[in-house]
């Protein structure tokens, strides 16, 4: 029902910067909660940031003040602001869309993901 491509991944030194995209098709994107998570290298997959269809955010402490996640529903599309890149940023980001009612998942999507090597 909802097709995920993200977009924006590359090769970045420290210190650098790289603006991921997340492009959302399939759906009414305006209801969905949108999220990035990131998985590393023998590490299990993490919430990086997330931002309700209200435009609520929440970050995991290892970004703030160094990420940032906003969406434009008019573009159905979500952003993440990478800043200050450290190398154990180095990941593959997912784009994530849900839709809860209460505790219970209604829908939930994941696009492929996209490579994010930060080298030191």
């Known amino acids: 029902q909802v097709q995920l491509v993200e977009s924006g991944g590359g090769l970045v030194q420290f210190g650098g910067s790289l603006r991921l995209s997340c492009a959302a098709s399939g759906s009414i994107f305006s209801i969905y909660a949108m999220g990035w998570y990131r998985q590393a290298p023998g590490k299990q997959r993490e919430l990086v940031a997330t931002?309700?269809?209200?435009?609520?955010?929440n970050y995991a402490d290892s970004v703030k003040g160094r990420f940032t996640i906003s969406r434009d529903n008019a573009k159905n599309t979500v952003y993440l602001q990478m800043n200050s890149l450290k190398p154990e940023d180095t990941a593959v980001y997912y784009c994530n869309a849900d839709h809860t009612i209460a505790t219970i998942s209604i829908e939930n999507y994941w696009g492929q993901g996209t490579q994010v090597t930060v080298s030191s």
């Open positions: 931002i309700t269809s209200g435009g609520s955010t």
